[in-house]
Structures are given as C-alpha cells and as structure tokens.
C-alpha cells in the first residue's frame, strides 16, 4: 500500500489519519453526550479531564491531516457524478473539517473563559486562550453542544451516503477509504 494517494484511492496516511479520528470523533462524541446528563462527581471531572485532552489531540490530527490534504492529490469523484453530487460531496467534506477544528476550539474556548487551563494527560498545561468571561463561556459552552449535534447529524450523513454508494450504486466510494490487506504467500 502506498503511503500517499493516488487518483483513484486513498493512500495509508490518510486512510489511517481517517478511520483514527472517526474512532475519536466518535467516542468523544459520546462522550460529550453522557457527561451533559452526569451529576458532577469526581467521575464526572475526570471524564471531562479526558474529554478535553481528547478534543485537543482530534485538533492536532485534524490540522495534520489537513496539511497532508493540501501537499496530496485526492482521489478523483467517480465520472457519474452530476454537479450537484460532486457539490455535496465537497460541501460535507469540507463542513467535516470545519467541524473537526471548531469543536475543539469552542471546547478549549469554553475551558479558558472558566478559567480553566486544559492539561495534556498531566504532561503540562496550555495555555487559555483568552480571560476568564463567564458569558462568553456560556455561549461556547452552547455553540459546542450546536456544533456537536451538527457533528453528529453530517457524520451520519456521511456513513450513509458511504453504505449507499457501496451496495446501491455499487462504485467504489467505499472501498478506497477502507483499509487494504493484501495475502501474502
């Protein structure tokens, strides 16, 4: 499997950038979800703690894989898509990025106007972004719980557009994002 793209599929750094942040997207997601109905506990705190150390390596990943998309080639949308498909498809895809550095940045935000610092898994802190203001971190505490349901709505989006081009039109939109294992012998 080759490292970088081509035309027609995705090479491994971005497959494994892809599917590694799904998996955080996800769970963070989830997450996310969960802690908004906890009663605050020590439970609680910790699970935020991580939440936040989280959201900001999904950040880190997230401008490394843009990076990558901008020095690599991306594979060609299949001939039969009209205008408007090719539209959506750039439309959701560049939304999912977006949405990949604006929740983190909401959350660090939101962490700051507290006056909270995020610490990364204890190793150090870093650093608010901006003085504590108890509205303004409402109101990122609100624009990232929109976001989210936003994030959750288009990755849904996204799996089912994906399911719908593997079985009904049958292309092979799918599978050149999956990963690829070749026998040896």
């Known amino acids: 499997m080759c490292l970088r793209n081509t035309l027609q599929t995705y090479g491994i750094v971005s497959k494994s950038l892809h599917w590694l ?3 955080l997207i996800i769970v963070l997601l989830a997450v996310g979800l969960i802690m ?5 506990s020590p439970d609680k705190f910790k699970l935020i703690g991580l939440h936040k150390e989280f959201g900001i390596v999904v950040l880190v990943l997230a401008l490394l894989r ?15 898509f009209d205008k408007f498909a ?3 498809a750039k439309a959701a895809h560049f939304s999912l990025y977006i949405l990949m550095l604006a929740m983190p940045l909401t959350g660090w935000l939101m962490s700051s106007a507290a006056g909270f610092s995020v610490s990364m898994f204890g190793w150090f802190l870093l650093p608010n972004l901006i003085a504590p203001d108890e509205a303004f971190g409402h109101d990122m505490r609100d624009l990232h719980g929109i976001l989210g349901n936003i994030f959750i709505a288009l990755i849904a989006l996204h799996v089912l557009a994906a ?5 009904y ?6 599978r050149r994002m999956l990963p690829s294992f ?3 012998g």
Do not use: C, Q
């Open 21 to 23: 942040m799904a998996l």
């Open 36 to 40: 908004t109905d906890m009663e605050n």
């Open 66 to 80: 843009l990076g990558w998309k901008i020095l690599d080639v991306s594979p060609l949308l299949p001939a039969n």
């Open 86 to 88: 090719k539209f959506a």
């Open 163 to 167: 399911l719908l081009h593997h079985f």
């Open 169 to 174: 039109y049958r292309d092979n939109i799918l």
């Open 182 to 184: 070749k026998r040896r």
